[in-house]
Nanobody
Framework: VQLQASGGGLVRAGGSLRLSCTASGRTFSRYTMAWFRRAPGKERTFVASITRGVPRTLYADSVRGRFTVSRDNAENMVYLQMNSLNPEDTAVYYC?????????????????WGQGTEVTVSS
């Protein structure tokens, strides 16, 4: 599967953005999808994931209650709605996919990655 993330940009603190990730292939519904982010000078960290089938979700503590991950299997899309953004959310955001993980927060367990979309939150 090939992934392409979009929707990043510059937003003021307190604002919102919705990231999108488009997936190629006819088996998108079989993949667990996830969002990770890499802040400047830091390691890539888990943001949110959503399972295949009846979707279950998992969020990093830092974004729970502010971010919502969702998917549209008919359109091969996964979304990350980000509300109440703060400067600590500034990062490059990546979508990832794998058929053999459940709600993993571990980047190496995801075999497919998009190219990243940059989010900058100004104070």
């Amino acid at each position: 599967v090939q992934l392409q993330a979009s929707g990043g940009g510059l937003v003021r603190a307190g604002g919102s953005l919705r990231l999108s990730c488009t997936a190629s292939g006819r088996t998108f519904s079989r993949y667990t999808m996830a969002w990770f982010r890499r802040a400047p000078g830091k390691e890539r960290t888990f943001v949110a994931s959503i399972t295949r089938g009846v979707p279950r979700t998992l969020y990093a503590d830092s974004v729970r209650g502010r971010f919502t991950v969702s998917r549209d299997n008919a359109e091969n899309m996964v979304y990350l709605q980000m509300n109440s953004l703060n400067p600590e959310d500034t990062a490059v955001y990546y979508c990832a996919a794998d058929q053999n993980v459940y709600l993993s927060t571990n980047p190496p367990q995801y075999h497919y990655w998009g190219q990243g979309t940059e989010v900058t939150v100004s104070s």
